[in-house]
């Protein structure tokens, strides 16, 4: 066993452990604060992400309302009358981003948005040939919201361990 | 005895005056940068604190006014139902406390002010439906620790959604 012969400096020391100790203890509280930080931010970002996806798609939905709504006017419920001026008038929204499939009695409306990320939204909404009386010519039976979602980007994560890693460790050892 | 009482008092095992005044001295200097750590680990916290709240506040009112919620008295949300009228124009403020829950208008001492602001973009007579650019932002009153900065943005959230024309009822002080 190591004897000290004087005990100078041994205040010193001790010090210096406390500073270490406060050091370590500050350091990991900052860590654990500033990665909470960072999902909360991934949090916020998503979620603006998501609202201005979905924002296109309530912008086709509305479209899509009111060309229901003008062709019902339109009409002056005759069946028909509403059919045709409907798909003439839907024929405006079809662009790179919303695509229109036509079918004998019903006409389904695909909205896929995608924006800088790399996230998608889906709208599919159908819009049947229903009879045209005073208790059905609301939206909300003309207009059937089938889809109405995001789907989010592929996440790699870049620190993950794989197989191929392991088995040539194998090998090697 | 005299002689074993004399040698016992001659004994310096304890500090010196010199070392624990090095020592305070090191402590004290030290502990700034110490200090400092742990403020902004304090201040990560609230940061964190106020961005998920922040966000969940805001996606709150953006899907209550999706569903269909007035903004006014009548309002079954409660932080709709706080909200007061700026101007002529569809904008609208509520004051938050700590726990982002709506704290009465005449309130000094809020700790966020949450605005509202509801533009209308395009409206259909036909539909009785508008359509609407929404942005909620949220701002923090209060200073964070030792920090001079105030009426800092936490967040914004900004949406297109197509609401009823009379989304926005008379809620002016």
Do not use: C
């Amino acid at each position: 066993m190591i004897k000290f012969k004087t005990r100078t400096g041994s205040s010193s020391i001790l010090v210096i452990l406390l500073v270490v100790t406060m050091v370590v203890f500050g350091v990991l509280a900052m860590m654990s604060s500033y990665s909470g930080l960072k999902m909360a931010r991934k949090t916020a970002q998503w979620t603006q992400d998501y609202y201005e996806l979905e924002s296109k798609a309530e912008i086709m939905l509305y479209d899509v309302k009111n060309i229901v709504h003008k062709s019902i006017v339109a009409s002056n419920t005759t069946n028909q009358d509403y059919w045709t001026s409907l798909n003439r008038a839907l024929q405006e929204l079809d662009s790179s981003e919303v695509t229109l499939t036509y079918d004998a009695d019903k006409i389904i409306v695909k909205g896929d948005f995608v924006n800088s990320s790399g996230d998608r939204f889906l709208a599919l909404l159908t819009l049947e040939n229903l009879a045209l009386d005073n208790d059905i010519a609301i939206e909300e039976d003309l207009i059937e919201i089938n889809t109405w979602k995001l789907i989010p980007r592929e996440v790699e994560y870049e620190d993950a361990i794989e197989f191929k890693d392991l088995e040539v460790n194998i090998e090697n050892d | 005895m005299k002689d074993r009482g004399e040698a016992v008092l001659n004994k310096r095992n304890g500090f010196t005056l010199i070392e624990i005044i090095i020592s305070i001295g090191i402590v004290s200097f030290l502990s700034v940068y110490l200090l400092q750590i742990f403020i902004t680990a304090k201040n990560l916290n609230e940061v964190t604190y106020d961005l998920d709240n922040a966000v969940i506040v805001s996606k709150s009112v953006m899907e209550s006014l999706s569903a269909g919620e007035k903004i006014g008295p009548d309002s079954d949300d409660i932080i709709l139902k706080n909200a007061r009228k700026l101007s002529d124009e569809l904008i609208y403020t509520v004051k938050l406390g700590d726990d982002f829950q709506p704290v009465d208008s005449d309130f000094v001492d809020s700790s966020y002010i949450m605005n509202i602001t509801l533009d209308l973009v395009d409206s259909s007579e036909l539909s009785n439906m508008g359509l609407y650019n929404i942005s909620v932002d949220i701002h923090r009153e209060k200073l964070y620790f030792l920090k001079s900065s105030q009426n800092k943005e936490v967040y914004a959230l900004n949406a297109s959604k197509g609401l009823l024309l009379d989304i926005g009822g008379d809620t002016s002080d």
